[in-house]
């Protein structure tokens, strides 16, 4: 394992814990779901019953009451283990908005059985076929009566949407041509799924080249309660904002899990393979992108590491956490084209495990969030610059 020196112990533990865990889940079971796409379910509830999906909720819910950084570990050390944390991790970073901004009565009621795995809370209802990463134009409607919200339109990418009982839901509730400023008129709602299946709500699976349990989701005059609302109406854009610095944050930890397993299956087959009567590691030009990459993934794990503290601290993480899904996307994606590179021919066979990482980390530099939209909020909110868009 590559580790920071001056890490703590509990962070050491939390790797070994997690570790320990993973080891439970070898590569086979990670071919056999990406053959069939299923979800891994199995490893999921085993992360749910380790207590690792209610790190960031506070102890009095039930959960673990960890930080941001030792969460951001957490997911590291799943894909530096060669699992895949996609298929549990919107759990980690949707309890920012429940926490931040869901009432007393929604914490309570939710938070203690979504910790105990009674319920899973991994959908997240934001991105839609019209409108992108534009999010201020999405247009699913969510319309007042009464006692509750009629709720149409269509979002897509909603990953494990058909294995969530609960989703975390943005809608539009106040028409854009009578709000005064664009990031109004946004309201976030908790969506009971088991309850909407069948009753206006219709989930279709996406097959992606990687198994990522993706979907689009129909409304069609889906009723709610107006319990089902988080925080206040129209606020809602402005509530997913902190969630999202804390989704890229995750998410860049990962980045630096997926790099970390790339460098060293590289390391260990250039040290094992020999080719014209010598290991293929003693050539420099093996040698030198292995290195490089090490390099790269050491400066932005620096980066996540910074920016989850930023977060933790109660600072404002947006141009910490964009620089750090940045990096480590990067970083993650340059370690995956040098692992096959290294293995060459032997890259593209399933039974390394390298090709399906390959895939797997190749979402990454376009979603949660694209590379060009990070730049842009970099030159305008950080360097100044005319916005672009």
Avoid at 163 to 182: G, N
Wanted: with cysteine.
């Amino acid at each position: 394992m590559y580790v920071m020196p001056t890490e703590s112990d509990e962070l050491a533990e939390i790797r070994r814990a997690v570790r320990s865990l993973c080891d439970d889940f070898p590569g086979e079971y990670w071919r056999a779901k990406d053959a069939a796409r299923e979800y891994p379910g199995e490893f999921v509830d085993a992360l749910t019953k380790a207590g690792f999906l209610a790190a960031l909720i506070p102890t009095e819910f039930g959960g673990s009451g960890l930080s941001l950084d030792e969460a951001a570990v957490i997911m590291e050390e799943i894909q530096a283990s060669g699992c895949n944390g996609g298929a549990a991790h919107a759990q980690m970073y949707i309890m920012n908005t429940l926490l931040r901004y869901g009432s007393e009565v929604q914490k309570n009621e939710y938070l203690p059985r979504i910790a105990s795995g009674d319920l899973r809370l991994q959908a997240f209802g934001v991105s839609e076929p019209t409108s992108g990463t534009d999010t201020l134009s999405l247009k699913t409607r969510a319309v007042r009566d009464g006692d509750e919200y009629v709720i149409n339109g269509q979002k897509i990418w909603t990953s494990r949407a058909e294995h969530s009982d609960l989703m975390l839901l943005l809608a539009r509730t106040t028409p854009r041509d009578q709000i005064e400023k664009k990031t109004e008129g946004l309201s976030m709602f908790l969506v009971d799924m088991q309850q909407a299946i069948g009753n206006g709500m219709e989930i279709k699976p996406i097959r992606t080249m990687m198994n990522h349990s993706s979907c689009e989701v129909f409304f069609d005059d889906l009723r709610i309660p107006d319990s089902a609302l988080v925080g206040e109406q129209g606020k809602g854009f402005r509530y997913i904002l902190s969630g999202m610095n804390a989704e890229r944050i995750l998410i860049a930890a990962e980045c630096i899990g997926d790099a970390k397993w790339f460098i060293d299956q590289a390391k260990t087959y250039a040290s094992d393979r020999s080719v014209f009567s010598r290991p293929i590691g003693q050539n420099q030009g093996i040698q030198f992108p292995i290195a490089r990459c090490y390099s790269q993934m050491r400066a932005a794990e620096l980066m996540v590491h910074h920016a989850a503290n930023v977060y933790d601290e109660g600072g404002n993480p947006g141009e910490e956490a964009n620089m750090a899904k940045l990096l480590a996307s990067e970083a993650s994606w340059a370690a995956a084209d040098m692992c096959v590179q290294t293995f060459g021919g032997f890259g593209f066979a399933e039974e390394y495990d390298v090709e399906r990482k390959f895939r797997e980390a190749r979402l990454y530099t376009v979603a949660p969030i694209s590379t060009n939209l990070i730049l842009s909020y970099l030159a305008e909110h950080v360097l100044g610059l005319p916005r672009s868009y």
